[in-house]
């Protein structure tokens, strides 16, 4: 359960973005939409060496 202190005289605004920041935090909803669809192992891996690939090209491309 999330829960956000409130000082005295807080505008209800502020506590709001606070509740909003610390659930985005707790990957809920993330979580949430990774489980909608099932990925096969395979697919996954070819996406993660995939951006590997990326990444270390974009690493070289700064050098």
């Given at each position: ?12 605004e ?16 993330k ?23 990326y ?9």
């Open positions: 359960m999330i829960i956000v202190p409130l000082k005295e005289g807080e505008n209800i502020r506590a709001l973005k606070k509740f909003k920041r610390k659930f985005e935090r707790t990957g809920v909803v979580e949430l939409r990774k489980r909608q669809a099932f990925i096969k192992p395979s697919v996954d891996r070819r996406k993660k060496k995939q951006h590997a690939v990444v270390q090209q974009m690493q070289e491309d700064e050098d």
